[in-house]
């Protein structure tokens, strides 16, 4: 089986010759089709802007990032714009809805950026709406709805184009323990039914415990791998909790 994305010796340098950081310092891994990677480390590991470059929101300084054996750094127009709205969908902390659209806008808005028959788009939507639980909130503007609401229709609106890889971005760190709990039960019964590939940045553990591997980051470099096995969520929360231990904390409010 191929990856879906594959990171090699991947670096990136802040600064000048003078005065320089390294906040990515050779990280190599891969990510399978359907799997559930969560990536954790302390504010200034390396993690986030190890997101961007996935994104293609800054420029590594060093290494390749390959998309289903396509190197990014290779793209350009209309691929590149393909890889950004179609291949890979984008989950935020802050939502980053339009507060001028509906909900159902909203998610729709990826469909007719593309061209996507009007058909196929509303089936997904009432595909999406149901299981994320939104239907109720589909004519509502952003400011009508709860957080959790909010991010389950941002939920919506990255998942509407079918994207082979999710890059969910401290997608929990805008809601309580509740609406957290419930966003990450939805993406996990996604990654399980649909098959969804995820790669979530984030600092909490509760959220982390939904994945089925978690790479630790510090310095710039993975230092530690978790991978779930027959255990328990709790169990596996656990584990998790332990390698924050080594990165100075022990809440789920640390890393």
Do not use: W
């Not at 809805?97 to 028959?117: K, S, Y």
């Not at 709860?146 to 184009?161: K, M, N, P």
């Not at 415990?209 to 510090?218: A, G, N, P, V, Y």
């Amino acid at each position: 089986m191929e990856p879906i994305l594959n990171i090699e010796n991947l670096t990136k340098v802040y600064g000048n010759t003078q005065s320089q950081t390294k906040a990515l310092n050779g990280i190599t891994f891969q990510v399978m089709p359907g799997e559930f990677l969560g990536i954790m480390g302390s504010s200034g590991s390396g993690k986030s802007t190890l997101l961007n470059c996935i994104a293609t929101v800054i420029q590594p300084t060093g290494g390749s990032i390959s998309i289903l054996g396509k190197n990014l750094a290779k793209l350009g127009g209309k691929e590149l714009a393909a890889y950004r709205g179609k291949t890979v969908g984008y989950l935020f902390q802050n939502f980053e809805l339009l507060d001028n659209l509906t909900a159902r806008e909203n998610i729709l808005l990826p469909t007719t950026l593309h061209g996507t028959a009007e058909k196929e788009s509303r089936q997904r939507l009432k595909q999406l709406a149901d299981y994320l639980e939104i239907t109720d909130v589909l004519d509502k503007f952003p400011t009508q709805m709860s957080g959790g609401e909010r991010q389950r229709v941002a939920t919506a609106r990255a998942l509407i184009l079918h994207p082979q890889l999710i890059l969910a971005d401290e997608p929990t760190g805008a809601l309580d323990s509740r609406n957290a709990k419930n966003l990450m039960e939805k993406l996990s019964g996604l990654n399980q039914e649909e098959h969804a590939t995820i790669l979530m940045v984030t600092h909490d553990s509760n959220a982390a415990s939904f994945c089925k591997r978690i790479l630790f980051i510090q310095d710039g470099v993975i230092f530690h791998e978790l991978r779930r096995g027959e255990e328990s969520q709790q169990e596996f929360y656990q584990r998790i909790l332990l390698v924050m231990a080594q990165l100075g904390g022990g809440s789920s409010n640390v890393l």
